[in-house]
């Protein structure tokens, strides 16, 4: 390996001269013979520059392009050549990563190409590698958006291979693209194509197809339009289907065609003409052509089908479960128990069948052939044996015939068959699912273990209590079967609901054990007495480190020295974060690197194996002491050996950023209001306050420096000192840019002799941090922004480059075509700190132009797209821009490099992991809420991961930290995928990808990256919110499809339950809960008539008794799933202290609370979106949350997500309390249960609000509430995303519009309001059918008034409405002004409430409740009737979403009348709900205005040290931060330099503030 650095980027002109003559090929022996240094590396360079410009010129791409992938290839290579004999071996296994798949896939689709030409000869195999990898990387840089459909990619490189080899054999060049510019165009007179035309010619067309299905273009605007108001319908065609179409000769034939429409097959059109090489014809494509019809192969369809077809195998499974367990109790014969699988089979695989045509006729006919067959056998022995046997009561069944025998075996047979079978199309290229017995066995054993857990608990603790309420079911005599039936769906859909829901608990509980206690084999037992916090392992950290990452042979002066080295740079890096001083320093520090000390090696005391007792120093910096334990907890990872920093693979790491903060201005650090109990102050006091340990430390180092510090110094080190303390980019990029400096270090004790330039060089070489600044060609001379940007570049390592897009109308210089479908052009571009300046700005070193827009997706996908071709490492780790790394953790960097080494022994398949993912460490625990979100963050990085890892392989990529092998990512792809809304959680998709074509994901502990979290409730449960629409959005795409149907069941259900899932199961809760609740109303009301009640009774002692017994365990389980793993894994890593500690205060923060309210938000934005689509990227802030929100703005954020069913919930409670007392006896668990649920859905949003029970603010918040009650139709003009906030009635539209969206069906099939109408009904039936209900009914009228009207849904109200919709419609076309919104509001809502009252008088009038039970009478039908106008406002919201029109009269009679009696009903419920919670609000004010009880409340909120208050109005803020520092100085637990230090920042503050520009002496 040559110890000289690489060659800088040589100009591409420059480079020509340097290289071969392109029509000469080179072989093995000259790459060989190329001798190492500085010098070789210019001859490499130059054969591929050679190698480049030969296929610019046949094929046109762009020079600026070229010379990107010329050094992209050429800085591979090296990369390569790290773990390679030579360097053609080098190349051979480039070529092998970076075209594994185009192997694969030529095999597959070969009959699609034209027969192979001759060899072209003398061309040398290694030449012919380093042809195929730069061309297909000249391809791939210029592809754009096209970059999403690989295997499109792999088509045109195919094609142009061909094409290449045979102008080879020409003399001259040939234009290709000749037949659709014509003959007299051409290159400045010459032949062959210009720059620019193979993206003109052949990707852009496919972009515009791509671009042309979901966009328009605003000429006037010259922005690109969604077409769609919500989700893209599922006809449009996405990526993944133009993508497809490549997978398969079939679709080739069918979707591309050439010439006028109808148009030939392209493939046809190429064997018939004189022109047999395919590239040429490809620029005829009409990509027009290709639609939905002959190109869609799955159908994204926002329903429950998709989850039933890729899942249908969990749900079978659940039902078997469930049938057996209940048969075991005796509820169910054993015979029933083989009848879920063909029943539910058939629905699954139509379901299938509907979603994706990929088969052949010969699948399709063995699919249906098999599925027919598994399922009739069962059903056909079990109607068989029903009529010679009778077993449908399990007690009659004492022995096995042959015919119940036979059904046994087939219903094995069948059950069997359906959940092991997995199914996937094996025609034309279909990648294959990674197989693995090991992980088979363990996630085996994992869900045998869950389910045998599962099954017991129901058997022997949960069903128990339904033999007293089935018992009774029998005897209720009056009401016949139908009565029977209704209340045996009322008993068990809770029941059969709370057993699928159970699933995920005890996952979560099984993996919170065995994670921990894998962790704990790993850690030693020691750890539960808190052993590393208190120094445990540390003496094992110089010997690991020293022979693991510098020499394996190392002795102990070389250990000594060379750890002594290295941790004093990691110490050093702890004082330049602040966060140790000069006495933490000292006894951390190695004796020789004080002051004074010599120049022996020695180590300090806490590694020193002479010295028995090594107790950790007490430092005070808890951050500190964490980045420590956690350097020497990495090495009982066992972490790989790693190589010579020279020979480890490269890596980029990514970083996109959209608007993100970088460095915190001085205007925000002073004059940033942060909202404390008492009024309000400045960022800078806040953080000052909240980091005060720190903020000494950084005054101190300040002040001690050696060199004058200027004025303009002190603003720059303020203003990182508090952005390293926030989410910014710039805490980002100085964090993971200290790659690059942990290299240099292990350089440093590698190869003692390199100089600083030659060390920085292969760091250069070795690690690149790449910003995906998408906006950095808008910033505006001058800004912050900007001049933050260049302040990044200056002060980070040179490794680090700004990737960005620009558009310029005007700019015309690269290329000639226009873009016929928009009228800019767009060009990515990248800048570094070599780059000179022009004009003010950096002049960009490549610019590449793009195909058209680039941004189609949700944004970050498409952002990380566009940069993706400035990367130079061959593995990429993507980042977000509110993370950070850490020194000691880089140090790790060849270890976790190591991770990606080629598998042993490997025979096919891919030969390396492509994801390594590692944990994070969550630094945003600001607040109890903030604390929460850590710590759930905390458990998904630990415990969880290694469990999806190590035990359930199912792991998949979740955007970071994880590192990608970035050859088996461009080659699926890219690194995520970019299809707006389907993919709006774009980062799995690319573990998904991975493990359907075969590849393998890793997952390490000894190696982490910081991460900010949202802090604020508004913002965390944005979060969730993005993420349930994404996951719902997720479980509709084909990879979802085919993972649900290839992956073997134990995998398949630990990817389900930690995806899908997880998010699908708080859809079960919550309908679990309400079915509970309406249950017991149900019950209570059963009895209204009185006949039959002794029989009925029984009944329903029982069934209250069974839900009493079966709620509380349930809602138990939850609760202790949402704790149990983070408990645990904080005993294992931090002891039982820190475990009890974090239970009691999480406690004390109310999380069932938070959770209960969490997963009811989880519930609706994963119900909403799967139904009705159209899932939007929600931005949900990083910065510090306490600020307090509004009622009204709360209650428009959270009504329609948790409020309206907390308040539906206690509407029945109180029911059941009130008119339910006569039997019922539920006990005090239940009621607490689903009091917590109920309350929680409720007040958790003011709860957890700052500020938010100061009494003076209730009111404020009352009549802002009110205000907007009675606010009409915002004025034109007023922006979307602010219409909500000017009235209810906007507001109340934009929640209904979604609904328009949903298909007619799912208005009552499977709708849950529709089957509680049916059961409400026929309990009213019941009732007025009964014999002591009315005992003289004999005539029709009579029939009519005391019969059919209490089942008669409330209509009197809209029958009113209708008359002054005609009114409203009336004047409006009479030309004159329509009625005021406002009016017509009020008007409407007291017509419902004067008509409702109208119908309860006059049921009172008829005695219609005038029975022995007449009020429980009343209560029964008023129930009903709600259930029933429930159902029917759901019909209202189909029916006529756009509510705002209806009031300004341009809408019809029918819809108008509709609207106003939908909003009518819904502004009722929602004064009441708003003036119900207000006025609880208002009763807990009062209690929290005794002294000390309002204080508690804060600290419970945010638990931190904020002492810092000024007054709400004082206009100048910023004048707070000197008198504190002033008061901070005279703090008398400092030292005197500290003190010193201090006073000197308070004045260097006010030089500053008051516009001092001169230096500052010290």
């Not at 010098?39 to 600026?64: D, N, P, R, Y």
């Not at 910003?771 to 060609?777: I, N, P, R, S």
């Amino acid at each position: 390996m040559a110890d000289a650095p690489p060659p800088p980027a040589m100009p591409f002109e420059n480079a020509i001269s340097t290289g071969h003559n392109h029509r000469v090929a080179v072989t093995a022996q000259q790459l060989n013979a190329i001798k190492p240094g500085a010098q070789g590396e210019q001859t490499a360079l130059g054969l591929i520059v050679g190698v480049m410009m030969s296929l610019a010129e046949v094929f046109g791409f762009q020079h600026q392009s070229v010379q990107n992938q010329a050094e992209h290839i050429a800085a591979l290579w090296r990369s390569k050549m790290g773990a390679a004999p030579s360097r053609a071996a080098a190349l051979s296994v480039l070529h092998n990563d970076l075209l594994f798949s185009y192997k694969h896939w030529l095999g597959a689709v070969q009959n699609a190409f034209p027969p192979a030409q001759a060899p072209v000869v003398g061309i040398d195999a290694v030449a012919q590698q380093l042809d195929e990898v730069c061309l297909y990387l000249c391809i791939w840089g210029e592809a754009g958006n096209v970059r999403f459909m690989p295997e499109l990619l792999l088509f045109v490189f195919e094609a142009a291979r061909q094409y290449y080899l045979e102008a080879r054999r020409s003399p001259i060049a040939i234009d290709p693209y000749t037949s659709v510019r014509g003959d007299d165009e051409g290159r400045d007179g010459a032949e062959g194509p210009n720059p620019g035309d193979f993206l003109v010619f052949i990707i852009r067309p496919i972009y515009n197809k791509i671009f042309g299905e979901t966009f328009t273009w605003n000429s006037n605007t010259h922005k690109p339009v969604f077409k769609f108001p919500g989700a893209a319908p599922k006809h449009v065609l996405n990526y993944d289907d133009i993508n497809e179409i490549f997978w398969d000769t079939r679709l080739m034939k069918k979707a591309l065609l050439v010439g006028d429409k109808p148009g030939q097959p392209l493939l046809e059109a190429v064997g018939a003409s004189d022109r047999p090489q395919l590239f040429p014809w490809l620029c005829e494509v009409r990509w027009n052509l290709v639609t939905s019809r002959n190109a869609k192969m799955y159908w994204e369809t926002h329903s429950w089908f998709p989850l039933f077809a890729s899942f249908g195998r969990v749900y079978v499974l659940h039902f078997i479960a469930f049938a057996a367990c209940l048969a075991y109790r005796g509820h169910l014969a054993w015979a029933f128990v083989g009848l879920p699988a063909p029943a539910c089979s058939v629905v699954i695989e139509l379901a299938a069948y509907l979603l994706c045509k990929q088969h052949t006729y010969a699948e399709f006919f063995w699919t249906t052939s098999s599925t027919l067959v598994m399922v009739g056998l069962p059903v056909a022995t079990f109607v068989q044996a029903a009529r010679e046997t009778d077993f449908f009561e399990a007690s009659k069944v004492d022995h096995l015939d042959p015919l119940m025998l036979a059904h046994y075996i087939a219903s094995g047979l069948s059950a069997l068959f359906f959940l092991v079978s997995t199914i996937s199309p094996q025609t034309g290229f279909r990648p294959m699912i990674r197989r693995s017995v090991l992980h088979l066995i363990s996630s085996f054993l994992f869900w045998a273990g869950v389910f045998a857990i599962k099954c017991s608990m129901s058997i022997f603790v949960l069903l128990p209590a339904t033999t007293r309420a089935t018992d009774g079911v029998p005897e209720v005599k009056f009401a016949g079967p139908t009565w029977q039936i209704v209340n045996h769906v009322v008993l068990w859909m809770p029941v059969g609901l709370s057993f699928i829901t159970e699933t995920a608990f005890y996952q979560t509980l099984l993996i919170g054990t065995i994670g921990p206690v894998l962790a704990a084999f790993r850690f030693g037992f020691r750890t539960l007495c808190g052993a590393y916090r208190r120094g445990k392992g540390m003496d094992r950290i110089p010997r690991n480190l020293i022979t693991t990452l510098v020499k394996p042979d190392a002795g102990d002066e070389e250990i000594r020295s060379g750890f002594g080295h290295i941790w004093h740079e990691i110490i050093e890096d702890l004082c330049l974060a602040d966060l140790l001083k000069g006495k933490n320093r000292a006894k951390l520090d190695t004796p020789e690197s004080l002051p004074g000390a010599g120049v022996t090696a020695r180590l300090p005391s806490l590694f020193d194996p002479a010295v028995k007792r090594k107790p950790l120093p007490k430092i005070r910096s808890d951050e500190a002491r964490r980045r420590l334990v956690m350097l020497a907890r990495a090495w009982k990872q066992n972490p790989p050996a790693a190589r010579d920093v020279r020979s480890c693979p490269s890596l980029t790491v990514m970083i996109p950023h959209y608007a993100e903060d970088n460095l915190i201005t001085m205007h925000q650090l002073f004059h940033q209001k942060i909202e404390l109990e008492k009024g309000a102050t400045v960022l800078m006091a806040y953080l000052v306050d909240y980091f005060g340990d720190e903020f000494i430390n950084f005054a101190t180092r300040l002040h001690s420096s050696n060199e004058p510090v200027c004025d303009e110094q002190v603003q720059f080190e303020l203003r990182r000192w508090a952005s390293l303390r926030m989410q910014t980019l710039w805490r980002t990029v100085e964090g993971m840019a200290k790659g690059h400096r942990a290299m240099d270090v292990l350089l440093q004790l590698q190869v003692p002799y390199l100089t600083d330039r030659a060390r920085d060089s292969i760091c250069r070489d070795k690690f690149q941090c790449l910003v995906a600044m998408q906006l950095y060609g808008e910033l505006k001379l001058g800004s912050p922004e900007l001049e933050a940007a260049e302040e990044m570049l200056q002060r980070v390592p040179s490794s680090t480059a700004i990737a960005f897009l620009v558009n310029d109308q005007d700019r015309k210089e690269h290329m000639e075509a226009e873009n016929i479908k928009q009228t800019k052009r767009f060009y990515s571009c990248v800048v570094d700190s070599s780059c000179a300046f022009e004009n003010g700005r950096r002049v960009p070193k490549y610019v590449v132009e793009l195909p058209g827009f680039p941004v189609l997706g949700n944004g970050k996908s498409d952002n990380q797209n566009h940069a993706i071709i400035f990367s130079r490492g061959e593995l990429i780790q993507a980042i977000d821009a509110n993370q950070e790394s850490y020194l000691e953790s880089a140090i790790l960097l060849p270890s976790v490099l190591a991770e990606f080494a080629p598998y042993k022994g490997q025979q096919g398949g891919r030969s390396r992991p492509g994801i390594v993912g590692f944990r994070e460490h969550i630094f945003s625990a600001v607040g109890a809420l903030g604390s929460l979100a850590a710590e759930g963050e905390f458990v998904f990085g630990t415990v969880t991961q290694r469990m999806l890892t190590q035990v359930l392989a199912c792991r998949m990529h979740y955007g970071h930290p994880d590192i990608m092998d970035k050859l088996q990512m461009l080659t699926q792809g890219g690194i995520s995928k970019a299809t707006r809304g389907l993919n709006l959680s774009e980062d799995i998709f690319a573990g998904m990808d991975l493990t359907l074509r075969g590849g393998e994901i890793k997952y390490t502990e000894y190696h982490h990256v910081g991460k900010g979290r949202d802090m604020g409730f508004m913002s965390i449960l944005s979060f969730f919110g993005k993420l349930a629409a994404g996951t719902a959005e997720q479980s509709i795409t084909r990879q979802s499809f085919r993972l649900g149907r290839g992956l073997p069941l134990p995998r398949l259900l630990g990817y389900y339950y930690s995806h899908v899932g997880y998010y699908f199961n708080q859809i079960l809760m919550a309908k679990t809960v309400w079915w509970f609740v309406f249950a017991m109303t149900f019950f209570g009301l059963s009895d209204a008539t009185g006949v039959g009640a002794e029989q009925d009774s029984s009944f329903r002692d029982g069934a209250s008794k069974m839900y009493s017994g079966y709620f509380g365990p349930v809602f138990f389980l939850f609760v202790l799933a949402t704790m149990w793993p983070l408990i645990f894994e904080f005993l294992v890593e931090d002891g039982i202290v820190k475990a009890l500690r974090t239970v009691v205060l999480d406690l004390l923060a109310l999380s069932p609370m938070f959770y209960t309210f969490q997963g009811k938000i989880i519930a609706h934005y994963m119900k909403v979106e799967i139904v009705y689509g159209g899932a939007e990227y929600i931005p949900t802030g990083r910065g510090l949350a306490t600020v307090r929100q509004s009622f009204r703005s709360l209650f428009a954020s959270f009504a329609n997500t948790n409020m309206f069913d907390g308040f539906e919930l206690l509407s029945f409670l109180l029911v059941s309390a009130v008119v339910g007392n006569s039997g019922l006896d539920v006990g005090y668990p239940y009621w607490f249960c689903i009091g917590t649920v109920v309350f929680s859905w409720l007040l958790a949003p003011f709860i957890y609000n700052p500020y938010m029970f100061a009494f003076g603010n209730v009111c404020s918040d009352f009549k802002g509430f009110w205000s907007w009650l009675l606010s009409g139709v915002a004025p034109e003009g007023t922006a979307a995303n602010k219409k909500a906030e000017f009235s209810w009635m906007e507001w109340n539209a934009g929640l209904q519009t979604p609904r328009h969206r949903a298909s007619t069906h799912w208005l009552y099939i499977p709708a849950w309001r529709l089957l509680a109408v049916v059961l409400t009904g026929c309990l009213t039936a019941t009732v007025v059918t009964s014999d002591g209900y009315k005992e003289d009914i004999v005539t029709d009228e009579e029939k009519v008034r005391y019969q059919l009207l209490p089942l008669l849904p409330p209509i009197s109200a809209g029958v009113v409405l209708f008359v002054v919709a005609i009114l409203h419609r009336i004047v409006s076309f009479c030309k004159k002004e329509p009625f005021h919104a406002t009016s017509l509001l009020i008007m409407s809502v007291l017509v419902v409430l004067g008509a409702s009252a109208g119908e309860m008088y006059v049921q009172i009038r008829w005695g219609l409740w005038d029975t022995d039970h007449g009020f429980k009478t009343a209560v029964m039908f008023a129930f009903h009737k709600y259930c029933f106008l429930r159902w029917e406002l759901d019909w209202a919201d189909w029916l006529m979403p756009k509510y705002s029109e209806c009031f300004a009269g341009s809408q019809g009679i029918i819809a108008t009348g509709v609207a106003f009696w939908a909003v009518a009903w819904r502004w009722c419920r929602d004064a009441l709900l708003g003036t119900l919670v207000t006025g609880m609000i208002a009763v807990i004010s009062l209690f929290l205005s005794i002294p000390g009880v309002a204080q508690v409340h804060h600290r419970f909120l945010f638990r931190n040290r904020a002492k810092v208050t000024g007054k709400g109005n004082n206009p100048d803020q910023a004048t707070q931060l000197p008198k504190f520092l002033r008061k901070l100085a005279q703090d008398k637990s400092l030292s005197g330099f500290e003190q010193a230090a201090v006073k000197w920042l308070q004045s260097v503050v006010e030089h500053s503030l008051h516009g001092g520009g001169v230096a500052v002496a010290q």
